[in-house]
């Protein structure tokens, strides 16, 4: 292989002569041999984003040739296509603050810059890394700025997907609005309800997660792009720090805001740390609701079996006709990687000193893959399970009427010390509560039937919740 001489401030290394990236990219990619992966994608392209605001304003300070502004934006566009995803080799948890990934595109947008003005990879003669397609910038504006519009990028699907779940969800909450069961607390029979209302609480957790996460995303919005290495804006010019936002906000299609204090943006992650917040709060809700959809459809024979969740493969290698709850385990197996990811950035937050946090590539690493394998799981949730589930009416009525959980139904009625008399009698005669009002002479047919049509849900009437003001929801897609 032919390689070519490059030097840093550590000395003289060598680099594949065809290789659009240079001497640093390749000292971290052999410091930093951690993960295995790749940078985000995204995270790339937002960097390379930052770069073209970067070069336009500086060639409109006069900072730039309108040649080099061209040569970088062209180079940055050739990045956001994929031209050169081989050439961002830098794995995503490295030390430095991610000045590595920042150098990673550095070198590689000024070898393409040099080669469209006729130059040679490595030489640097026209653009240079730090000079040109660094300049008015620091490692510690770029790339947290770069990862809070990753955030941004990456929870347009998670929101999408969520909508689309909680108009599933609502869609079943109509679907099964007239079918009674037993409601339980504790595991244990507690009083009747409707189906329908289980999965219209469903529907309300999930719009509730909605709200949580886009109040956090708020804050991605707030960028320390202009406050260079530590806030004070040095090396920048001051047409720079005045409509650098307004640039990325241009080219990023959103509204982007430079942030009232460079210092506290460039030293705090607690942002990130809200946001991580929202996604594990929204993950332990989704897996307490597959928890339930585990129980309800347990079985067929031998458990609760309210429900039917779709087959979607065997369930065992030993056990013929085995079909498991797999959707609702890998939606739980994600809340859990969500939850651990969240305690990895509490941790890397809490960590930076003084004026900067060096451990940003390890909360990025951790909240993209949060943000992507819940997207993932809600998705997988929704088509694959919630979508085909089916309910045994039934054996829905059957259980809740040979429960003694309706007993409570009587107590405006009867008084609490008689229907808890009714309750034992049933359960340990092993009678249903109907047969022991009337055997005791409690009530009458005609009246007992009148309490158990109503039994008292206290949701009789209540519409079921399918759209919101200002929401997206679409229940039948």
């Known amino acids: 292989m032919k390689e070519r001489m490059e030097a840093d401030s550590i000395g003289q290394m060598a680099v594949p002569a065809d290789a659009y990236y240079g001497v640093q990219a390749e000292r971290a990619a052999r410091n930093f041999q951690i993960t295995g992966h790749k940078m985000n994608p995204v995270f790339i392209n937002n960097l390379a984003l930052i770069k073209e605001a970067a070069a336009d304003v500086n060639e409109e300070a006069g900072l730039l040739s309108k040649v080099q502004r061209n040569a970088i934006v062209t180079a940055c566009h050739e990045v956001m296509n994929g031209f050169f995803n081989d050439a961002f080799i830098v794995d995503p948890v490295q030390g430095g603050a991610g000045t590595s990934a920042n150098m990673n595109m550095n070198e590689v947008l000024a070898n393409r810059a040099n080669e469209l003005m006729g130059g040679g990879k490595g030489t640097y003669e026209f653009v240079h890394p730090n000079d040109h397609v660094n300049m008015a910038q620091s490692t510690n504006d770029t790339i947290p700025t770069a990862g809070r519009l990753t955030v941004?990028?990456?929870?347009?699907?998670?929101?999408?997907?969520?909508?689309?779940?909680?108009?599933?969800?609502?869609?079943?909450?109509?679907?099964?609005?007239?079918?009674?069961?037993?409601?339980?607390?504790?595991?244990?029979?507690?009083?009747?309800?409707?189906?329908?209302?289980?999965?219209?609480?469903?529907?309300?957790?999930?719009?509730?997660?909605?709200?949580?996460?886009?109040?956090?995303?708020?804050?991605?919005?707030?960028?320390?792009?202009?406050?260079?290495?530590?806030?004070?804006?040095?090396?920048?010019?001051?047409?720079?720090?005045?409509?650098?936002?307004?640039?990325?906000?241009?080219?990023?299609?959103?509204?982007?805001?430079?942030?009232?204090?460079?210092?506290?943006?460039?030293?705090?992650?607690?942002?990130?740390?809200?946001?991580?917040?929202?996604?594990?709060?929204?993950?332990?809700?989704?897996?307490?609701?597959?928890?339930?959809?585990?129980?309800?459809?347990?079985?067929?024979?031998?458990?609760?079996?309210?429900?039917?969740?779709?087959?979607?493969?065997?369930?065992?290698?030993?056990?013929p006709g085995k079909v498991n709850p797999v959707i609702p385990e890998v939606v739980t197996q994600a809340?859990?990687?969500?939850?651990?990811?969240?305690?990895?950035?509490?941790?890397?937050?809490?960590?930076?000193?003084?004026?900067?946090?060096?451990?940003?590539?390890?909360?990025?690493?951790?909240?993209?893959?949060?943000?992507?394998?819940?997207?993932?799981?809600?998705?997988?949730?929704?088509?694959?399970?919630?979508?085909?589930?089916?309910?045994?009416?039934?054996?829905?009525?059957?259980?809740?009427?040979?429960?003694?959980?309706?007993?409570?139904?009587?107590?405006?009625?009867?008084?609490?010390?008689?229907?808890?008399?009714?309750?034992?009698?049933?359960?340990?005669?092993?009678?249903s509560v109907r047969e022991v009002v009337l055997s005791e002479g409690i009530l009458t047919e005609k009246r007992l039937n009148e309490l158990f049509e109503n039994k008292g849900m206290g949701m009789e009437g209540r519409l079921p919740i399918v759209t919101r003001k200002e929401e997206k929801v679409h229940p039948a897609a």
């Open 152 to 319: 941004i990028r990456l929870s347009e699907d998670l929101l999408t997907q969520l909508n689309l779940l909680q108009g599933a969800l609502a869609v079943k909450g109509i679907e099964f609005a007239d079918i009674v069961k037993m409601g339980r607390t504790q595991l244990q029979d507690a009083v009747p309800m409707k189906l329908g209302d289980t999965f219209r609480g469903y529907s309300d957790m999930v719009h509730r997660c909605i709200v949580r996460l886009e109040k956090t995303l708020e804050e991605m919005h707030v960028v320390n792009l202009g406050g260079t290495a530590i806030g004070t804006g040095i090396n920048a010019s001051d047409y720079y720090e005045e409509h650098i936002a307004e640039k990325l906000s241009e080219l990023f299609g959103e509204e982007i805001r430079q942030a009232d204090d460079l210092f506290d943006a460039t030293e705090n992650l607690d942002s990130f740390v809200a946001v991580s917040g929202s996604l594990k709060a929204c993950a332990m809700s989704l897996s307490k609701m597959c928890n339930d959809l585990r129980l309800l459809s347990s079985g067929p024979r031998c458990g609760l079996n309210e429900i039917n969740l779709p087959a979607m493969q065997n369930g065992s290698s030993i056990m």
């Open 335 to 431: 809340a859990f990687l969500v939850a651990g990811h969240d305690t990895t950035i509490a941790m890397a937050a809490e960590a930076g000193q003084m004026e900067l946090n060096a451990f940003e590539p390890v909360v990025f690493y951790q909240l993209f893959e949060s943000i992507s394998a819940l997207s993932n799981a809600v998705k997988t949730l929704r088509v694959n399970c919630i979508e085909g589930i089916t309910a045994n009416a039934e054996h829905c009525r059957n259980l809740e009427e040979s429960s003694t959980g309706i007993a409570t139904t009587l107590c405006p009625v009867i008084g609490y010390k008689k229907a808890a008399m009714v309750a034992r009698k049933a359960l340990h005669e092993n009678r």
